[in-house]
């Protein structure tokens, strides 16, 4: 199976070994790095190779979502797994809106944590049911515009975690309408984009995670 590394950003040394112990009982992840600070956690993301970064928004020197912000001008191909204390709205639609792909609380439970890093490494989103029910709210939708059967099923899917061109697959769709009927969605409901998408879904739908 192919390996997962995994790059912790944390300053809490407990945490830190929690995690390292946790990633080492794992035989398809390897943990290739501990950050204490954001600028220790930029250098490593930028030098080493990590597939997953585990990333504490409240780092010290400079915090996770600058460091993100970075990254994403930078267009590192390091996928970021946001696991931290900070579940208000703004610094959950912050992360999001700057390609986190997951976000959990920090005191959820081990077993969610390795799906999260699992699914994130495939290139999915990820985030807890905890986090959809926080930050999206009851949607507003546009008055007499309810989603057709079609975009039900395609929001489920994207709830589960697929992407546009997997969704087109399952349904024998092309990939362009899976994107159109995404848009849709997102318009019907005042969403701003497919990581909110996938939270409105498991929450609207009871999914557990995607």
Known sequence: MPLIKVLIAEDHALLVDALQMLLGTQPDMQCVGVAKDGERALALAQ?????????????????????????????????????TARLDQQSIRGALALGAAGYLPKDEDSDELLLAIR?????RRYISAEIAQLFVPEAPREPGSPLTRSETTILRLVGEGLTSKEISLQLDISEATARKHRENIRRKLGIRNSAEMAAYAIRSQGLTGP
């Not at 699914?119 to 290139?123: I, K, P, Y």
């Open 47 to 83: 030098s080493i190779e990590a597939d997953v970064l585990l990333l504490d928004l409240g780092l010290p020197r400079v915090d996770g979502l600058a460091v993100m912000e970075t990254l994403q001008r930078a267009r590192s191909p390091i996928k970021v797994l946001v696991v």
């Open 119 to 123: 699914r994130v490494a495939q290139g």
